[in-house]
């Protein structure tokens, strides 16, 4: 997801390497690692964005996945 961000790139693949490490570790198939990934989405929108602002941010975030999936 090409985009200006505050956080380095380091930071960005520790995480992500982390991420997907786990994944890997514990020999997640595609659905598995969907539906943990997902809730693990709905956990920081539930304890880290405003209920007001949950549904919009739900949806630019929507929006940046689907272009990024699909090369734009």
């Given at each position: 997801?090409?985009?200006?961000?505050?956080?380095t790139?380091?930071?960005?693949?520790?995480?992500?390497?982390?991420?997907?490490y786990?994944?890997?570790?514990?020999?997640?198939?595609?659905?598995?690692?969907?539906?943990?990934?997902?809730?693990?989405?709905?956990?920081?929108?539930?304890?880290q964005?405003?209920?007001?602002?949950?549904?919009?941010?739900?949806?630019?975030?929507?929006?940046?996945?689907?272009?990024?999936?699909?090369?734009?």
């Amino acid at each position: 997801m090409p985009q200006q961000s505050k956080y380095t790139d380091a930071q960005f693949e520790t995480l992500m390497h982390d991420i997907i490490y786990a994944i890997e570790k514990n020999h997640a198939n595609r659905d598995l690692s969907l539906m943990v990934l997902g809730n693990v989405i709905t956990t920081i929108f539930e304890q880290q964005v405003e209920p007001g602002l949950r549904e919009k941010m739900a949806e630019q975030f929507t929006q940046v996945l689907l272009k990024s999936i699909n090369g734009k």
